[in-house]
Nanobody, 124 residues
Framework: QVELVESGGGLVQAGDSLRLSCTASEGTFRTYNIGWFRQAPGKERAGVSCMSSADGSTYYADSVKGRFTISRDNAKNTVYLQMNNLKPEDTAVYYC?????????????????WGQGTQVTVSS
């Protein structure tokens, strides 16, 4: 069982930056793929970014390419999502998730473990 805790959300203005953190309780964290998802009010949860444990390959949704960067620090059991040039449409609850397959995906159904979410609000 992997417990995930997100932090770093907040209220910012358009153009600002935030760094989200996802810290895992599991010591074998480095063997898990980690995905970042977001869910805006009235919308389905959608994949934002992920990083594969097998080779460190990454995925970004088109809407965040060039603005968001995912990274991980296995020594700290933590994955980060650096979000730059934030836009009002980035407003959502952001979740991190983990699964033990070889390569990450942007699909909610792939992931076995989820954090509780952190709110990101971007004002215009």
């Amino acid at each position: 069982q992997v417990e995930l805790v997100e932090s770093g959300g907040g209220l910012v203005q358009a153009g600002d930056s935030l760094r989200l953190s996802c810290t895992a309780s599991e010591g074998t964290f480095r063997t898990y793929n980690i995905g970042w998802f977001r869910q805006a009010p009235g919308k389905e949860r959608a994949g934002v970014s992920c990083m594969s444990s097998a080779d460190g390959s990454t995925y970004y949704a088109d809407s965040v390419k060039g603005r968001f960067t995912i990274s991980r620090d296995n020594a700290k059991n933590t994955v980060y999502l650096q979000m730059n040039n934030l836009k009002p449409e980035d407003t959502a609850v952001y979740y991190c998730a983990a699964d033990a397959s070889s390569y990450c995906s942007a699909y909610v159904s792939t992931y076995d473990y989820w954090g509780q979410g952190t709110q990101v609000t971007v004002s215009s």
